[in-house]
T-cell receptor, first 118, second 114 residues
Framework: GAVVSQHPSWVICKSGTSVKIECRSLDFQATTMFWYRQFPKQSLMLMATSNEGSKATYEQGVEKDKFLINHASLTLSTLTVTSAHPEDSSFYIC??????????????FGPGTRLTVT | DQQVKQNSPSLSVQEGRISILNCDYTNSMFDYFLWYKKYPAEGPTFLISISSIKDKNEDGRFTVFLNKSAKHLSLHIVPSQPGDSAVYFCAASASGTSYGKLTFGQGTILTVHP
């Protein structure tokens, strides 16, 4: 149980275009979804937290107009990288939590999406 | 500002021996700590956690130790198996911050040789 999928697993796009990454919880309802970014040999950096039906909360330094997050249902969140540039090339990972308990830190991670902007 | 640090990028261990992965943190507000395991092309999977009210938590071959005064935690794997070869991330959270927000270390690549 507690499977999270991401699509696509990898994507190459041209500079200036937008790309959408989907994150789905397959066998549970995710009240909260998280988006992380990982640069090579670095830790996962939290970009934003989204709750179903409400606006995402972005971490300091993350441009909300560039990284659009939509959590339209309890099983789907999307991250759209708008006007992508080569520096946006990275590994993007989502995670989902089904708990209402704020003391529960258990998150289930997707397999990640490798974005390359040329 | 790296609040959670894993200073060893890699660790190599013989099968059957103990693997010890270390993690240091700087934020004294952190009160919950987790270890995740990650295989290539997969997302991290939860391994074990510990609350700051404890100094040890065991789950089978995995034990996490927490030294709050030193702001240090470690993950012990005994005995190590080749299937344990993966990247291990420690993560920390503070109950007063945003729900579920985790701060991750850089990861340690563990290789267990048969």
């Amino acid at each position: 149980g507690a499977v999270v999928s991401q699509h696509p697993s990898w994507v190459i796009c041209k500079s200036g275009t937008s790309v959408k990454i989907e994150c789905r919880s397959l066998d549970f309802q995710a009240t909260t979804m998280f988006w992380y970014r990982q640069f090579p040999k670095q830790s996962l950096m939290l970009m934003a937290t989204s709750n179903e039906g409400s606006k995402a909360t972005y971490e300091q330094g993350v441009e909300k107009d560039k990284f659009l997050i939509n959590h339209a249902s309890l099983t789907l969140s999307t991250l759209t990288v708008t006007s992508a540039h080569p520096e946006d090339s990275s590994f993007y990972i989502c995670s989902a939590s089904e708990d209402f308990d704020p003391l529960s830190y258990e998150q289930y991670f997707g397999p990640g999406t490798r974005l390359t902007v040329t | 500002d790296q609040q959670v640090k894993q200073n060893s990028p890699s660790l190599s261990v013989q099968e059957g021996r103990i693997s010890i992965l270390n993690c240091d943190y700087t934020n004294s507000m952190f009160d919950y700590f987790l270890w995740y395991k990650k295989y290539p092309a997969e997302g991290p999977t939860f391994l074990i956690s510990i609350s700051s009210i404890k100094d040890k938590n065991e789950d089978g071959r995995f034990t996490v130790f927490l030294n709050k005064s030193a702001k240090h935690l470690s993950l012990h794997i005994v005995p190590s198996q080749p299937g344990d070869s993966a990247v291990y991330f420690c993560a920390a959270s503070a109950s007063g911050t945003s729900y579920g927000k985790l701060t991750f270390g850089q990861g340690t690549i563990l290789t267990v040789h048969p």
